[in-house]
């Protein structure tokens, strides 16, 4: 790492890498670090060249990140509403000489339409709060609790958001947790956003599924594709072939 990106990281934080055409990530495990979640999102998600892409809630901005380093040919834009995070992650927008693809922007989420303007994007993506309410935490405002909890936005904010910013025919994705999928479907459906693809994420074959990947489609028709399951470990420790090739680029032999 030259001085010029050494002087981006600052006290406390750490550059990690993507695995990703060489991309690093500027984080701070006093805060929040992102995780399999957001790798599987991306790998998960899809854009054209030429698309208005736009992330919300993008925390650090590995989301974006990782699409350009996958799909490149886009315009990218992340919302977060935490300074700090934002601050981050303009700093690793620069890190990896992609402050001119990457716009980050402080903003709230519940109002993301009139930050952007409605129907202004082909491809939203989220990954969004999970939990539903504050219980066990001590400390209902920090960085860690508002990535994890919905205290700053709900599901029907994130998917009424989305509805409003894409263009007709736009795809939206996310990744939430199986047991909200009855809610998380019928939100979509109610905003006329049709989910249109779906895979369970397990962590082990024999486990019940952890995560959900969700494709919708603005206005789109009734019909539903389900993916296989993606397993993620075949032992411990030990990643599936196909999440080597979702998570590493290059070289992935043990």
């Not at 892409?53 to 935490?82: H, N, S």
């Not at 491809?123 to 066990?136: A, E, I, L, S």
């Not at 397990?202 to 206005?219: F, K, T, W």
Request: hydrophobic share 35%; glycine share 10%.
């Amino acid at each position: 790492m030259e001085r010029w990106q050494q002087e981006l990281v600052r006290e406390g934080e750490r550059a990690d890498s993507l695995d990703r055409k060489g991309y690093q990530i500027i984080q701070s495990p006093s805060r929040f670090c992102f995780g399999m979640d957001a790798v599987l999102l991306a790998a998960f998600a899809n854009n054209k060249e030429g698309d208005r892409v736009l992330d919300l809630g993008t925390g650090t901005g590995v989301i974006p990140i990782l699409m350009e380093a996958r799909y490149g040919g886009a315009e990218y834009k992340a919302l977060e509403i935490q300074a700090d995070s934002c601050d981050m992650a303009r700093r690793s927008a620069r890190l990896n000489g992609l402050e001119d693809r990457i716009e980050i922007v402080e903003g709230d989420l519940t109002r993301a339409h009139e930050i952007f303007g409605p129907a202004s994007f082909d491809v939203v993506t989220c990954n969004p709060p999970y939990m539903t309410n504050k219980h066990g935490l001590t400390n209902p405002s920090g960085p860690m609790a508002i990535a994890r909890h919905e205290l700053l936005c709900s599901l029907e904010d994130v998917v009424r958001e989305t509805a409003r910013l894409l263009r007709p025919g736009g795809h939206s994705y996310f990744v939430h947790r199986p047991f909200r999928l009855v809610e998380i479907m019928t939100r979509m459906h109610d905003y006329g956003l049709e989910p249109k693809r779906m895979r369970l994420v397990y962590p082990y074959a024999d486990r019940e599924p952890n995560m959900v990947l969700l494709e919708g489609v603005r206005g789109g028709r009734s019909w539903l594709k389900t993916e296989p399951p993606l397993v993620i470990y075949r032992g411990q420790g030990i990643y599936t072939d196909e999440v080597k090739k979702l998570y590493f680029d290059g070289d992935t032999e043990e």
